[in-house]
């Protein structure tokens, strides 16, 4: 069965840079796209980005500058990578699975920006 | 970037009510919307794609209808059960969640 999970630290320093890895079973990442979405504590959902199958990537314009997104597909692994972290990136950061809307999360990992 | 509009931000209603929860794009999304719904402390559940494709294993009393810019979620008799914030999502054009729409028993 198709499954994600995030793993990563819980608390990075302000200016830093953030770096989440997404591992999935039950898919293979050349078949199917995986995307992050994050989460503010008490707020609503943001798409952060996506790494599509064939390995192109696509970034929420507002984060663009700030991010990266790749894989290892032999590891089924996708990773994100956020520098310039701001007090404002602190959110739970999931991992999904898109194909028919996104319907397979990991359980999401909070990230806490601060010093 | 397209913008989307939940309405309304809370909804409060009682066990068997018909909910109606809406979502307006700001430009044609072409039905290329989903709805989720997060139960606190969990992560989203797809209940609806492509505007009004049930999703396998959501409960049938879940529906969805629209297009163009309006979009609307339905849950023709409320359950306790159905507690929880409920969030559409285009693709259309770029990728955008509204910004949510709690439902509350009353």
């Known amino acids: 069965q198709v499954q994600l999970k995030e793993s990563g630290p819980g608390l990075v320093q302000p200016s830093q840079t953030l770096s989440l890895t997404c591992t999935v079973s039950?898919?293979?990442?050349?078949?199917?796209?995986v995307h992050w979405v994050r989460q503010p504590p008490g707020k609503g959902l943001e798409w952060v980005g996506a790494?599509?199958?064939?390995?192109?990537?696509d970034y929420n314009s507002a984060l663009k500058s700030r991010l990266s997104i790749s894989r290892d597909t032999s590891k089924s692994q996708v990773f994100l990578k956020m520098n310039s972290l701001q007090t404002e990136d602190t959110a739970i950061y999931f991992c999904?699975?898109?194909?028919?809307?996104?319907?397979?999360w990991g359980q999401g990992v909070m990230v806490t920006v601060s010093s | 970037d397209i913008q989307m509009t939940q309405s309304p931000p809370v909804l409060s209603a009682s066990v068997g009510d018909r909910v109606t929860l809406s979502c307006k794009a700001s430009?044609?999304?072409?039905?290329?919307l989903d709805w989720y719904q997060q139960k606190h402390g969990e992560a989203p559940k797809l209940l609806i794609y492509y505007t009004n494709n049930l999703q396998t294993g959501i409960p049938s009393r879940f529906s969805g209808s629209g297009s163009g810019t309006d979009y609307t979620l339905t849950i023709s008799s409320l359950q306790p059960e159905d507690v929880a914030t409920y969030y559409c999502y285009q693709y259309n054009s770029g990728w955008t969640f509204g910004g949510g729409t709690k439902l509350e028993l009353k």
């Open positions: 039950g898919f293979s990442l050349t078949s199917n796209s």
């Open positions: 999904t699975h898109w194909e028919l809307g996104f319907d397979y």
């Open positions: 790494i599509w199958s064939g390995g192109s990537t």
């Open positions: 430009q044609n999304i072409n039905k290329n």
